[in-house]
């Protein structure tokens, strides 16, 4: 009798084919459970309510009666706006309160950090005096400013107090006392220089350049959120290591080289996540102008979110409010989109 091969000797488990099912648990459906109702929320309040405020600006609701039907042609409330002599003086004012206000806060704030990060006596103590502004709110701020920069007081009273004016009247010369706020001027005027380029410029209805009285409301912006800027860059200042400081330091580098050649450009990503968030608070201003100055002398301190709250709720033009809400939510995303797009690729 012939013996078994080792193949029949092995049993061979029989192998099945269906995967057992897996008992119901809650828990797969937890997180998406969690997530919906912040999610719904969301879609509501933000996307449709995006999408219905772009539906208004688009629609002959422009007094107090609602009327949603489009107008014809659809694009004539954004043609009625643009073509506003206020509107021009509202981007005007907006692009030059960014810039100036980011200048000064980024500039002041890198300033502060690079002080304190010499570890000076008391830069504890210091640092959250810096701070200190930044927990207040623009309500706050701009009331506090309007009285330092009122004509009648605040600044003018230190010139009279240091004696300042009454120096000047001996001399000849008339008593300081800007208007401040209520200064309609322009400083630097660019049309005619424009006008060179871009002939429609000499004639146009908005003088190009910087409102003297929207130098105050810089003033006021900056003060209260440089002590954001310093904090994101003692941050910043706190992952660059010593070893590559004293490197430079072996190599000859003074503390300027140091600081200008080694520790200011590894702050660059700091410098735009900052310029980042502070731009999309300057392009949305609003409650810091309106307490401080409104819509300031000839529209000098005018900008695109006072406009939308007195189109809206004021003139109970409807459809204006909203275009400008659009136009304010594409400069926003004009900022915000490139930014989060160049983190994903480089994720």
Same mark, same amino acid.
């Given at each position: 009798?012939?013996?078994?091969?080792?193949?029949?000797?092995?049993?061979?488990?029989?192998?099945?084919?269906?995967?057992?099912?897996?008992?119901?648990?809650?828990?797969?459906?937890?997180?998406?459970?969690?997530?919906?109702?912040?999610?719904?929320?969301?879609?509501?309040?933000?996307?449709?309510?995006?999408?219905?405020?772009?539906?208004?600006?688009?629609?002959?609701?422009?007094?107090?009666?609602?009327?949603?039907?489009?107008?014809?042609? $659809?694009?004539? +409330?954004?043609?009625? %706006?643009?073509?506003?002599?206020?509107?021009? /003086?509202?981007?005007? @004012?907006? =692009?030059?309160?960014?810039?100036?206000?980011?200048?000064?806060?980024?500039?002041?704030?890198?300033?502060?950090?690079?002080?304190?990060?010499?570890?000076?006596?008391?830069?504890?103590?210091?640092?959250?005096?810096?701070?200190?502004?930044?927990?207040?709110?623009?309500?706050?701020?701009?009331?506090?400013?309007?009285?330092?920069?009122?004509?009648?007081?605040?600044?003018?009273?230190?010139?009279?107090?240091?004696?300042?004016?009454?120096?000047?009247?001996?001399?000849?010369?008339?008593?300081?006392?800007?208007?401040?706020?209520?200064?309609?001027?322009i400083?630097?005027?660019?049309?005619?220089?424009?006008?060179?380029?871009?002939?429609?410029?000499?004639t146009?209805?908005?003088?190009?350049?910087?409102?003297?009285?929207?130098?105050?409301?810089?003033?006021?912006?900056? $003060?209260?959120? +440089?002590?954001?800027? %310093?904090?994101?860059?003692?941050?910043g200042? /706190?992952?660059?290591? @010593?070893? =590559?400081?004293?490197?430079?330091?072996?190599?000859?580098?003074?503390?300027?080289?140091?600081?200008?050649?080694?520790?200011?450009?590894?702050?660059?990503?700091?410098?735009?996540?900052?310029?980042?968030?502070?731009?999309?608070?300057s392009?949305?201003?609003?409650?810091?102008?309106f307490?401080?100055?409104?819509?300031?002398?000839?529209?000098?301190?005018?900008?695109?979110?006072?406009?939308?709250?007195e189109?809206?709720?004021?003139?109970?033009?409807?459809?204006?409010?909203?275009?400008?809400?659009?136009?304010?939510?594409?400069?926003?995303?004009?900022?915000?989109?490139?930014?989060?797009?160049?983190?994903?690729?480089?994720r």
């Amino acid at each position: 009798m012939a013996e078994p091969s080792i193949a029949e000797t092995i049993a061979v488990p029989e192998v099945n084919q269906q995967r057992p099912r897996k008992p119901f648990s809650i828990q797969r459906f937890l997180p998406p459970l969690i997530v919906l109702p912040s999610m719904a929320a969301i879609i509501t309040f933000v996307y449709l309510f995006i999408l219905f405020t772009i539906w208004v600006s688009l629609s002959r609701w422009g007094s107090v009666h609602m009327d949603l039907r489009l107008r014809e042609p $659809w694009w004539a +409330t954004y043609e009625q %706006m643009f073509s506003m002599t206020r509107w021009h /003086a509202n981007l005007r @004012n907006i =692009l030059v309160f960014t810039i100036l206000f980011l200048a000064a806060s980024l500039g002041g704030g890198l300033t502060l950090a690079l002080f304190l990060d010499r570890r000076l006596l008391g830069h504890s103590v210091f640092r959250n005096i810096f701070l200190f502004p930044y927990a207040l709110s623009f309500i706050v701020t701009g009331i506090a400013w309007r009285w330092i920069f009122n004509p009648e007081t605040g600044i003018n009273l230190l010139f009279d107090g240091l004696g300042l004016n009454h120096l000047l009247v001996s001399m000849g010369g008339q008593p300081l006392k800007p208007g401040w706020t209520t200064d309609p001027s322009i400083l630097w005027s660019l049309n005619e220089t424009l006008g060179h380029v871009f002939p429609g410029l000499k004639t146009y209805s908005v003088q190009l350049g910087i409102p003297m009285a929207l130098i105050p409301v810089v003033v006021a912006a900056a $003060w209260q959120l +440089t002590g954001f800027a %310093m904090a994101m860059y003692i941050a910043g200042l /706190a992952t660059i290591s @010593n070893e =590559l400081r004293e490197a430079a330091r072996i190599d000859g580098a003074t503390e300027l080289r140091v600081y200008t050649k080694v520790v200011i450009p590894l702050l660059n990503p700091v410098t735009v996540s900052t310029a980042i968030i502070l731009g999309h608070v300057s392009l949305k201003i609003f409650d810091l102008i309106f307490a401080m100055t409104g819509t300031g002398p000839g529209f000098a301190t005018d900008v695109p979110g006072i406009f939308v709250f007195e189109m809206t709720f004021r003139a109970m033009r409807n459809n204006l409010g909203a275009a400008a809400s659009v136009v304010m939510l594409a400069l926003v995303a004009s900022i915000i989109v490139p930014y989060l797009w160049r983190n994903m690729r480089s994720r």
